[in-house]
T-cell receptor, first 116, second 110 residues
Framework: DTEVTQTPKHLVMGMTNKKSLKCEQH?????MYWYKQKAKKPPELMFV???????INESVPSRFSPECPNSSLLNLHLHALQPEDSALYLC???????????????FGPGTRLTVL | DQQVKQNSPSLSVQEGRISILNCDYT??????FLWYKKYPAEGPTFLIS?????DKNEDGRFTVFLNKSAKHLSLHIVPSQPGDSAVYFC?????????FGTGTRLQVFP
């Protein structure tokens, strides 16, 4: 199983809603990532988890709250988002946390989020 | 300030010929470089990588060249195939940072 799955595929939410994005992998990877990708822009790293602990937070606003309940799951909790947060949110995982950012990352298909 | 740039947003190549995708970076602290391919409605897929101690890495039809003095890397695809049509992202970084380029859309036509 070399797949990273993400749910939901699409999400529309209002600025007062609370929602969560989910990511799952069963490759035994111990590093997991959240990226944000706006249209016609490159993916931008948001968070890195190594061995279920947050190791990198790229100064992401607190309205995005990541959670790694176990080595296979990664969540991104969303609250009080703004319309400019509308984007494709990509999850990825890689095998080796000690060199996480340079290790081959396996990406999920993404969740396309629209904030109204 | 875009630290990793792909100055060609699109490239069109005939099937069987060579595709050359270019990438420039500004941070001399970057020591690892990767190429990812992305099809519509899918996440990026890893293609090939190179570390700063090498200047070339080859994997089948894909070769990545690194010119550290020029802070430039390129991806060569030979021969190009229609299934190679996708958006290609280069990424550069180290253990603390990874920056993706803006992407080049490659179209391989018969």
């Amino acid at each position: 199983d070399t797949e990273v799955t993400q749910t939901p595929k699409h999400l529309v939410m209002g600025m007062t809603n609370k929602k969560s994005l989910k990511c799952e992998q069963h490759m035994g990877h111990r590093a997991m990532y959240w990226y944000k990708q706006k249209a016609k822009k490159p993916p931008e790293l948001m968070f890195v988890y190594s061995y279920e602990k947050l190791s990198i937070n790229e100064s992401v606003p607190s309205r995005f709250s990541p959670e790694c309940p176990n080595s296979s799951l990664l969540n991104l909790h969303l609250h009080a988002l703004q319309p400019e947060d509308s984007a494709l949110y990509l999850c990825a995982s890689s095998h080796e946390p000690t060199s996480a950012l340079t290790d081959t990352q396996y990406f999920g298909p993404g969740t396309r989020l629209t904030v109204l | 300030d875009q630290q990793v740039k792909q100055n060609s947003p699109s490239l069109s190549v005939q099937e069987g010929r060579i595709s050359i995708l270019n990438c420039d970076y500004t941070n001399s602290m970057f020591d690892y470089f990767l190429w990812y391919k992305k099809y519509p409605a899918e996440g990026p897929t890893f293609l090939i990588s190179i570390s700063s101690i090498k200047d070339k890495n080859e994997d089948g039809r894909f070769t990545v060249f690194l010119n550290k003095s020029a802070k430039h890397l390129s991806l060569h695809i030979v021969p190009s195939q229609p299934g190679d049509s996708a958006v290609y992202f280069c990424a550069a970084g180290n253990t603390d940072k990874l920056i993706f380029g803006t992407g080049t859309r490659l179209q391989v036509f018969p």
